[in-house]
Nanobody, 123 residues
Framework: QVQLVESGGGFMQAGGSLNLACSAS????????VAWFRQGPGKEREFVAA??????TTYYQDSVKGRFFISRAINITYLQMTNVKPEDTAVYYC??????????????????WGQGTQVTVSS
């Protein structure tokens, strides 16, 4: 089993930066791809970013390209958020699993999930 715990959420003004972290435990985490999803108020959960285990290729939702950056260091996955906007307000979840390439942006392709951390951006 893999356990994921997010941290780093908070309240901030538009244009600022924030770093989220996802700490993982479990001896199989090193062989899993990782991703961040988010769910805003009244919205469905949506893909934000992913990093494949095999090769480390990264993928991003179009609205965050050039502003958010996913990285990984052993058992911690990071989401660096820059130039944040009010529409980035959401609960952010990290996920881990072995999605095929065509499903890298699909939440149901990930087996393990954290509990989420709230990010609120004011205008």
């Amino acid at each position: 089993q893999v356990q994921l715990v997010e941290s780093g959420g908070g309240f901030m003004q538009a244009g600022g930066s924030l770093n989220l972290a996802c700490s993982a435990s479990g001896n199989t985490f090193g062989t899993l791809s990782v991703a961040w999803f988010r769910q805003g108020p009244g919205k469905e959960r949506e893909f934000v970013a992913a990093r494949r285990y095999n090769g480390g290729t990264t993928y991003y939702q179009d609205s965050v390209k050039g502003r958010f950056f996913i990285s990984r260091a052993i058992n911690i996955t990071y989401l660096q958020m820059t130039n944040v906007k009010p529409e980035d307000t959401a609960v952010y979840y990290c996920a881990a699993g072995n999605p095929i390439l065509s499903a890298i942006r699909t939440s149901r392709a990930y087996r393990f999930w954290g509990q989420g951390t709230q990010v609120t951006v004011s205008s």
